[in-house]
């Protein structure tokens, strides 16, 4: 059985997204999309929870932050609409299942991820991956800063997306 509990595989966070979209008869959720809203969810996480969202590290990649699992999954769509959720192996249960991993509905993440998908939804993938390219950002410190174009699948540290989510909190 897949673990149903926090960090998540980036997968179920991709798959909650494209529910939502779903739901919504949304047609815009594309690869690139898809990999700006898991990143966007995670950074809002940390910065409001001191707590990964995802298992998996956010890597430094030419266009922006990308979570290799949730692109390996969906890059044969390329740019076009993901039609369908992503399934994995169950390598838990002894018997290599396919399953569909999700977050529980009662999850204390849902709120945030209903709250990402009102937010950024409405955007492009590439206007997100824009978003995501802005000096000072946690991508642009990688890439740009540290050296990061000039070595495939440099992490982003969690610590510098918190960092970085934080700075956009508003003060009340």
Known sequence: MIENTMPYLAIAVANNFIELANR???KTVTPMKL???VYFAHGWHLAFTEEPLIKEHVEAWKFGPVIPSVYHEFKDYGDD??????TIFDLDSGTLDLVTPRIAEDSQAIP??????ETYGKYSGVQLSNATHLPGTPWYVVWEERGGKNRLGTDIPDELIKEYF???????
């Open 112 to 117: 945030l991820l209903n709250r990402m998908w």
């Open 24 to 26: 919504d008869g949304d």
């Open 35 to 37: 990999q700006k809203l």
């Open 166 to 172: 934080k700075g956009k909190m508003v003060k009340k």
């Open 81 to 86: 609409t993901i039609p369908k959720l992503a």
